[in-house]
């Protein structure tokens, strides 16, 4: 049963601290997405990668938020430091470039105090 | 970029009647059009899609209906049952090749039994 893991489930932090999410996507797709979801904004896109190159992070803070893929079978989003405005659930998703379905993982859920 | 505007936001139906999302869109170019079911502590999950050389796609009691003229889709769910209770949410990718969505807002499906 192929699926995007997305590891830890749940994360609280103190503000100030270094988070760092991580994201296996499915095996054989090429493509990653970085989304966070809050009440007030919905689902937001942060990052996205195609074979590991980044095509568009201009979602994303530029000066705390940092997203990589070191290999095809990992996907990273970090922050640092940490707010408490960036609690919200971030979710991985995976898909094939001449494709268009987008499969979403389980969400980290983060809360900074 | 895309602008996706989804009503209602909360919808209430009584077990076995139907139930109606409606969205817009705002890029004529835009020719894929998902749904998502989001599932408490769950991420998003495809559950129908069309593309915009069809009108209509039916898949068992539910079916979505695209009208590009005047730029909206709708879900529809036929004999609702208590498991459709969820967040709906339509999406539409942004133009260029990047292919990202951009979400609706989402609408809380609520079947009282």
């Known amino acids: 049963d192929a699926r995007v893991t997305q590891t830890p489930r749940h994360k609280v932090t103190e503000m100030g601290q270094e988070v760092t999410m991580r994201c296996q996507p499915i095996l054989g797709h090429n493509t990653v997405f970085w989304y966070r979801q809050t009440m007030m904004q919905g689902l937001e896109l942060l990052a996205y990668f195609r074979n590991r190159a980044p095509l568009d992070d201009s979602g994303m803070p530029k000066d705390r938020f940092s997203a990589e893929m070191p290999d095809a079978t990992l996907a990273t989003l970090k922050i640092q430091p940490s707010e408490p405005r960036d609690s919200a659930v971030y979710f991985c998703?995976?898909?094939?470039?001449?494709?268009?379905?987008?499969?979403f993982g389980q969400g980290t859920r983060l809360t900074v105090v | 970029g895309e602008n996706v505007e989804q009503h209602p936001s909360t919808l209430s139906v009584q077990e076995g009647d139907s139930a109606v999302i409606k969205c817009t869109y705002s890029?004529?170019?835009?020719?894929?059009f998902p749904w998502y079911k989001q599932e408490l502590g769950k991420g998003p999950q495809l559950i129908i899609d069309i593309r915009s050389n069809v009108g209509e796609k039916k898949d068992q009691r539910i079916a979505v209906t695209l009208n590009k003229t005047a730029k909206h889709f709708s879900l529809h769910i036929t004999e609702t049952q208590p498991e459709d209770s969820a967040v709906y949410f339509c999406?539409?990718?942004?133009?260029?090749?990047?292919?990202?969505?951009?979400f609706g807002s989402g609408t809380q499906l609520t079947v009282l039994p």
């Open positions: 999406a539409a990718p942004s133009s260029g090749s990047a292919r990202q969505l951009t």
């Open positions: 998703a995976s898909g094939l470039a001449r494709g268009t379905e987008a499969f």
């Open positions: 890029d004529s170019a835009s020719n894929y």
